[in-house]
Structure formats: structure tokens, C-alpha cells
């Protein structure tokens, strides 16, 4: 059985049949527009399986198989949007997904590191901060701020640090999280959140596929 | 143009078709039974119209119930419009019934719903799919008869709590179990002011909080939410998102509740 997690810049598959199951990797762009998978999630799941588990559902699902823990915070930063889960007592509390304000941040923070040639491993956590809602909007206080003698290198990080902010209030301020996504490589991102963060990587949702799978498959049986 | 009750009757037998925009109170809509007049519910999408022809009249961020109602209002052919601008509506109403009577060369007469006498809330506590529920419901406000055979009341598994959405799609992502709380169970009532009804919640079952982006009702379901021990706040505008449609089924699926 093979799943995957059509994401808007890349895709993530797992092949549950291979004797050590491991994720690649394809680039979105990349991606043969005849890739067929048994399950999928991600935005643009739909078009390549006809089993589709919808992305909140996919991250809880990975949540619950990945965190020991009855209460925790979730946070899932995509390139188009970000979403979030919430348990307490083992149970579902509370809930988010940005696809509209909070779009583009992911992508946003790597487009930035292409046009302007930067390692983001090397940039430090910035003292100051952009107050940024949403990638595009963003991305006019970068050219204010170097326009204004500050170096590309700090504007950019005070975007990604805002980037953080906001995605951390969205997902209710809370004193720790844990993070899901290709951000997680991202150390200057993950620095930036005012809490304890846990990176979980970027197979979460693929994770939580795998259990659907697996519990559908439990169903299944006679 | 202000409702006065003496004269009611002898105004409306002068119309054939009139529109409403919220629930004007029930001796509104007795008279217009009366005189077997077509009632048109604005509220609810009538024309084939984009909403942008509502643009030159409201602003684009607004509640897109009202910007409904004004596309309705100018491509319908009414002899009058009663719109209801008392506590059971909405101060945006209100601007709305202004700026339309300046607009139409109809009379746009503002009503104060203050009615009090319960009828009810057979379908909010019915089981059968949430969609037909809530569509008899809003074709109830045409309607003054009181309500026959009700269905019996049925055991809830999830709630759905806040006015009919502009967009109904939203609604067949729950199961037949849900009970409807909220501004459309004051509705179906016939008393679109009872805030405390209003307010009322199941807190055993899991609910979304539903709301119209921009409406003042946004905060009382955000607030409710917060009450409530398994809530979804859910705002939408003019369309079901992608994103919007899948917090509710994550939320009913990740709840434990049967589709």
C-alpha cells in the first residue's frame, strides 16, 4: 500500500508493502502527473488517489502515533498554510487551519532564501520582529526595512521570526509545542518561537496516514 | 418608514409580492398571509447575480447574508420591503434598510420584532438530515400558521449552533442526530429576539459554533465556544472553504461522532 502526502511544494510518500517502510521525497513541480497512490492527503491529495483523508484528521492522527503525551499542541507550518491541534486528557480541545490569512509563509520564507542566496542555518534569532499575518503581506516590510539601510540578512530574519509569532499565536500561545513540517530543518524558524518547541519533521501527516491506513485495513479484516 | 400596527393591514392588502430581510414580526407576516401575498426571504441567494452588484450599495467586508439580500432586493421585482431592525437582527440591517430605501422606489418599511410567544422547536431537535431541517426552517418565517405533526424529538450526537449559514453545503457534513441551536432555533420558534434561547448550548455534545464572517454574532459564538467543553468556532463568508469544511469533519471524525 502506498500513501501520500501531496503538499503544495513537496510530496512525501511511504510504501507500507516494502520490508523497512522509509519517506521519500518528490518536489511537487516534479511530480508525474500520473502518480497514483491507495491514500492520500495534502491539498492536492484528491487529484492522485481515490482514498483522501483530510489534513487535520491526517495530523491528528500522526500526532496521537508520534506524542506520548495526553496534552499537547501540535502546530503544522505548511508552504500555503498553517494548522494546528489542541489535546487535552488524551482528547481533541481544540482545533485551526490559516489557509487564508496565514498563506504563503512557508513558501514565502523559502523563496526568500533562493532570491537572496541566504543559509537560514547561519542567521541568528533576531532582537526585532516584523508583525506578519500572511506571507505576501510580509514581504513589503522586508523591502521597507532594507530600503531603510537594514542588511537583507536581518530583514529576512525578522520576517521569519514574525512568521513564528504568528503561527505560534494561532495555535493558542502555548508554553511548549510541537512542530510538524519542512520547517522543522529550518533552525532559524524553529529559534524563533517564544516557547519550547519539539520538531517532529516533516512525515506527521504521512504518519497519521499510515495509521488510517492501518485501522482501516483492522476494519477490513473479516 | 416605521411599522405602525393600526395600519397595518390596510397597507399590505396594497401589495402582491413583498421581500423580508431578517424576521419581521408575525402580525407582518399573518397580514401577508392574509392577503395571500408571495413573501421572498432576501436573506437566502433568489437570483442568479453576483454579489458584486451589491458593491455600489455596501461595502465588499460585510456580512454577505445583507449582501445578498440588497442583490435580491434590486433584481426582484417587490411592491415593498419589510426588514426587521429590532434586537432579533442587527444594527447592520438597520444601515442596510437605509441605504435600500433610498436605492429602491419601493416603500423599505423597518420592523422591531419583539415577539415572545414560543412555537416551538420540533426540527432543531429533530433527526433527520440537517440540510431539510434547516431549510424548513427558513421557509418557516413565511409562514405564521403554527406547526403540525412535529417530529419526535431525537437523541443528540452533535450540535450545530448560530444562524443558517449563506451557504447550506456546510451542512451536510453532519449527521441526522444534530440538534440546532442559536439564532435558527429562535427562528424556528418565532422568537428571533430571545437572546436567551439564543445562548442556549448542549454542553454533552460536540458543537461548532457557526457564524457569519463580519456578523456581530461572530463574538457571542466565539464566546459560547469558549464555554463550551467541545466546541468548534467556525466562521465562514460568502462559500464553504476547503479549509473550513475540513475542520468540521476533522472535528466531528476526531469527536468520535458518527457520520
Known sequence: MILGDFGTSYCKFLDLSTPDPAPTIVATKDLPRDTRVDLATGHNGKRFSARYVNELIALARGGEAMIAEDDYVLLDCGSRDIKFIKYQNNKLADMG???????????TIELLERYYDLDYSTLKVPEQTFSVTCGVLG???????????????????????????????????????YLSGG???????????????????????????????????THTLP | MTLELASLSTTIRRFRKIGIIGIP????????????????????????????????????????????????????????????????????????????????????????????TGYGTPLCQARHP?????????????????????????????????????????????????????????????????????????????????????????????????KHPHALYLDVDVHTTGSARAKVQAFLELSGVEP
Open chain 1, 97 to 107: 487551519w490559516n489557509a487564508e490569512c496565514g498563506a504563503s509563509m512557508g513558501f
Open chain 2, 130 to 226: 440537517l440540510l431539510d431541517r434547516m431549510q424548513a426552517i427558513t421557509a418557516g418565517v413565511k409562514s405564521a400558521a403554527p406547526y403540525d405533526n412535529p417530529p419526535p424529538v431525537s437523541m443528540p450526537t452533535a450540535g450545530f449552533w448560530g444562524v443558517p449559514p449563506r451557504d447550506f453545503s456546510i451542512l451536510t457534513l453532519f449527521p441526522e442526530t444534530t440538534h440546532i441551536f442559536g439564532w435558527a432555533r429562535c427562528m424556528e420558534n418565532k422568537t428571533p429576539a430571545d437572546h436567551d434561547l439564543e445562548a442556549q448550548f448542549n454542553p454533552l455534545v460536540p458543537t461548532v459554533f457557526f457564524a457569519q464572517s463580519f456578523c456581530a454574532k461572530t463574538a457571542l459564538a466565539r464566546y459560547l465556544a469558549k
Open chain 2, 25 to 116: 414580526p408575525l402580525a407582518v407576516i399573518r397580514a401577508a398571509n392574509e392577503h395571500n401575498l408571495v413573501i421572498h426571504d432576501l436573506d437566502e441567494p433568489l437570483v442568479r447575480e453576483d454579489l458584486e452588484a451589491a458593491s455600489p450599495f455596501l461595502p465588499r467586508v460585510y456580512c454577505a447574508i445583507l449582501r445578498t439580500a440588497v442583490v435580491n432586493a434590486l433584481h426582484l421585482e417587490l411592491d415593498a420591503i419589510y426588514v426587521d431592525t429590532g434586537p432579533g437582527k442587527c444594527d447592520c440591517a438597520l444601515h442596510t434598510a437605509t441605504i435600500l430605501a433610498e436605492a429602491l422606489p419601493i416603500p423599505v418599511i423597518c420592523t422591531r420584532n419583539m415577539d415572545n
Open chain 1, 139 to 177: 514581504m513589503s516590510d522586508i523591502f521597507d526595512t532594507v530600503i531603510s539601510g537594514v542588511p537583507v540578512a536581518e530583514a529576512v530574519a525578522r520576517f521569519v521570526k514574525g512568521i513564528a509569532i504568528n503561527a505560534y499565536r494561532f495555535a493558542g500561545s502555548p508554553s511548549r509545542l
Open chain 1, 183 to 217: 520547517l522543522c530543518d529550518n533552525p532559524l524558524f524553529v529559534g524563533s518561537f517564544p516557547c519550547r518547541v519539539t520538531p517532529l519533521g516533516r512525515f506527521v501527516l504521512l504518519r497519521g496516514l499510515e495509521t488510517e491506513a492501518r485501522q482501516r485495513r
